[in-house]
């Protein structure tokens, strides 16, 4: 039976992520092409992105974006160089430790943005 190790995560938080940068792609091309409706309405939306939830959100958008391409280029690893499998889990705590270096900067960046002053 298998039992769900750093494989099995890896696998699951790529498929995630991937479909997390989907979405928010989905979502930026609606926003900037909301422009054809009209100066007010792209403006509305615009100042939408201001409140904290989307401050968070961009976080949350940098976690997915930095693990999803370090995770890619673990894949990449693994599959071209016969010695990439057997440190795949290392790996994966290295991708692990990368995006949460970029999270943490990231909430940095935007903390005084959440709280309200630019």
Do not use: C
């Amino acid at each position: 039976m298998y039992k769900g190790r750093e494989g099995q995560w890896a696998f699951l938080l790529h498929r995630l992520s991937g479909l997390a940068i989907l979405l928010y792609l989905m979502l930026h091309v609606f926003s900037i092409g909301s422009v054809i409706l009209g100066e007010e309405f792209y403006m509305r939306i615009h100042h939408v992105y201001d409140l904290g939830i989307f401050r968070v959100g961009l976080i949350a958008v940098v976690a997915g974006v930095v693990y999803h391409a370090f995770n890619g280029l673990r894949i990449i690893v693994m599959d071209f160089a016969g010695a990439g499998v057997a440190y795949q889990r290392q790996m994966w705590y290295g991708v692990l430790a990368i995006t949460a270096l970029a999270t943490l900067y990231a909430a940095w960046a935007q903390f005084p943005r959440i709280l309200g002053g630019y």
